[in-house]
């Protein structure tokens, strides 16, 4: 809600001053110009650009799949592109005029939202596109439609001028609702440049440089940052391409960390072997599948970038869905499918790879590219938006089916995460969560590097030798500092096989409960110091090596205890989770040291030595040995 993004007067100060420089008279014009004739958002009638796309292109591709088009009826101006192109391909005056009576709707009614700012891009495209080439568009409605995007665009503005956050969904489609109102008004209305000039300024002063300290990376999680965010990004950066020239697709690529190309990556390794994404964040059931919202955001960037892994990504989406991986409205964007472009196959990809270090901290690891195969996530970084829980250190697990878990939407405090409570007994309104805050309010990235509020956790050391695969992050600014002193935890994938997490706690007070979680799929086994889980032919056995003498304790998940119940969740939720604590609590620090091992369902377990050799434990699994520092705060070494 707006009300969230608002939340810090100061932050909101801060914003509406340096919002003048954007939105006062005087400024110096922009240094780019605008293609003088429609259409010039995505193709142009002539030949343009470094492989621009063209309308006849359009024409030739839009073959395949025109019929679709309009198949359906359209009753949200985000369909009025999929008409548009239907009549610039079979020169239909009744899709023209369907679009046209979409277009001038205008956007929804009600609070604004990432909706709005959709459907004015839609209206803006859509006018674009007709006012360039369409059967039928008569004076009459251009003005009505141009009347629609100039009040619309301007609204846009105004709503990021009552509430910003740079790294919150909405704030990139109202940049667009703006900026896409203002390139299709350009040469037909005299507001363009206003719209324009503050489109493009609000890109490249608040949000590219947001993006770039990403580094390809969101903290809104896989649902709301592929669907909403990606979308706008990618779509902003082909759109000013098209119209201006600029291309910012390369300028990232030669100077800027390649942030929206690693986008593309991160889309391609967050997926699991099942083909749903991870589920960090606010996940929700509408946009956890790759058949839902992936292909049109995977087709602009490959597009754009023209990645042979994301060409056989596209490849991929196509084999196993077919093309109703474009949803009703989305089919326009089937234009940007490029068969020319070479492909290569996921499998091709380094197995491992760290995204974002210095903001969401996350590292994918998996022992192949196949469907059987084990896929892990580690996640420990800083605090983005409101879409974000308090889940710093945590870990998910797969092979054949989800072994650790997290919990989806809503699921924010720690108690949902595979990471550690803490708690004061002494306190029973201690529910042993990392700092709980609201935090969605800063306009600018200055202004969130400057919150420490929102250093909630950091990426060590991350190295990959042979095939194994240690990463070492600090989780202590993700709790209250009277509660946790220090906490670090290193997660290691020995030989792509086994998983071993090293925790090292140190709490403030010495009768502060630390508890190490585990969430599970299925009712777990218990056995000593061991415990498993299985489902789906996959199965998890869990050794707790460190404390040698542990209490664990088996809690299942009730239905109450669902922050937000999701029917499309019911079999994927955790049923429960294992906790894990010191059986005597005589020390303010505990090390947790546990074995993971992943596999088949009936698979043994590995065999497990612990050595104590002063400063290190020595650590033998099966003919591997790893060497532990007892701080904590060096990375474990292989032998």
Not at 185 to 207: C, M, S, V, W
Not at 395 to 408: K, N, T, V, Y
Not at 443 to 466: C, H, N
Not at 545 to 574: H, M, Q, T
Request: with cysteine; net charge positive; hydrophobic share 35%.
């Amino acid at each position: 809600m707006r009300a969230a993004i608002r939340n810090d007067h100061v932050s909101r100060r801060t914003w509406l001053a340096g919002l003048g420089g954007l939105l006062g008279p005087g400024q110096a014009p922009r240094s780019t110009s605008v293609h003088p004739e429609h259409p010039r958002l995505f193709f142009h009638r002539e030949p343009w650009g470094d492989g621009g796309l063209t309308l006849a292109e359009v024409r030739k591709r839009g073959g395949s799949f025109v019929e679709g088009l309009a198949a359906e009826v359209m009753r949200s101006p985000e369909g009025a592109p999929n008409l548009a192109l239907h009549s610039l391909i079979s020169g239909s005056q009744a899709s023209a005029e369907q679009a046209i009576r979409l277009m001038k709707m205008g956007p929804s009614g009600g609070e604004w939202t990432t909706t709005q700012g959709d459907e004015i891009e839609a209206i803006a495209i859509s006018y674009d596109w007709l006012a360039g080439a369409g059967p039928v568009f008569s004076a009459e409605d251009r003005r009505a439609v141009q009347d629609v995007l100039v009040r619309s665009g301007r609204a846009s503005m105004r709503a990021l001028s009552t509430g910003a956050s740079i790294y919150h969904t909405r704030m990139y489609a109202w940049a667009n609702g703006a900026l896409f109102a203002g390139l299709a008004l350009e040469g037909d209305r005299p507001e363009a440049a206003e719209l324009i000039d503050f489109g493009i300024r609000y890109y490249k002063q608040r949000l590219i440089p947001a993006r770039q300290h990403t580094a390809g990376a969101w903290f809104n999680a896989l649902s709301y940052g592929k669907k909403y965010m990606c979308r706008s990004v990618f779509s902003f950066l082909t759109a000013w391409r098209s119209a201006t020239g600029e291309n910012l697709w390369a300028k990232a690529k030669e100077g800027g960390n390649d942030w929206p190309e690693t986008m593309l990556f991160y889309l391609m390794y967050m997926l699991r072997p099942d083909h749903r994404f991870a589920t960090y964040g606010d996940i929700f059931d509408s946009m956890w599948r790759s058949d839902q919202g992936a292909r049109r955001v995977v087709a602009q960037a490959v597009s754009e970038t023209r990645n042979p892994y994301g060409q056989g990504f596209l490849q991929e989406l196509e084999a196993r869905h077919g093309r109703r991986t474009y949803d009703r409205e989305s089919r326009w964007y089937q234009i940007f499918e490029d068969s020319s472009i070479p492909a290569r196959p996921r499998s091709e990809l380094p197995l491992e790879r760290l995204f974002s270090p210095k903001a969401l901290g996350a590292v994918v690891m998996r022992s192949g590219w196949g469907p059987q195969d084990t896929w892990v996530l580690f996640k420990c970084g800083n605090y983005g938006d409101n879409h974000g829980h308090f889940d710093q250190g945590h870990f998910e697990i797969f092979r054949r089916g989800q072994l650790a878990l997290d919990s989806f939407y809503g699921a924010k405090d720690t108690v949902y995460h595979n990471t550690i409570l803490v708690n004061d007994p002494q306190d029973p309104n201690d529910r042993g969560n990392q700092r709980v805050f609201s935090r969605q309010v800063h306009a600018s990235l200055e202004s969130y590097l400057s919150d420490p509020i929102v250093r909630t956790g950091k990426i060590l050391e991350f190295r990959v030798t042979g095939g194994t695969t240690c990463v070492l992050g600090d989780v202590t600014p993700a709790y209250p500092p009277d509660k946790v002193q220090s906490f670090t935890r290193q997660l290691v994938f020995l030989d792509r096989k086994v998983i071993v997490i090293f925790d090292v706690v140190t709490v403030a007070n010495a009768r502060f409960k630390r508890r190490f979680l585990l969430h599970y799929p299925a009712a777990p086994s218990l056995d000593g110091q061991s415990f498993r889980w299985a489902g789906n032919g996959g199965q998890l056995i869990v050794r707790t090596v460190l404390p040698e003498k542990a209490a664990i304790a088996d809690i299942p998940l009730s239905e109450r205890d669902r922050p937000v119940p999701f029917k499309n969740f019911n079999e994927w939720y955790p049923k429960g989770r294992v906790e894990v604590e010191p059986a005597v609590y005589d020390s303010p620090t505990t090390v947790f040291l546990h074995v993971l091992a992943p596999g088949e369902e009936g698979d043994l377990a590995p065999e497990v030595r612990l050595r104590d050799e002063g400063s290190t434990y020595g650590l033998r699994i099966g003919a591997s040995n790893l060497f532990f520092d007892k701080t904590g705060r060096k990375l474990c070494r292989q032998a």
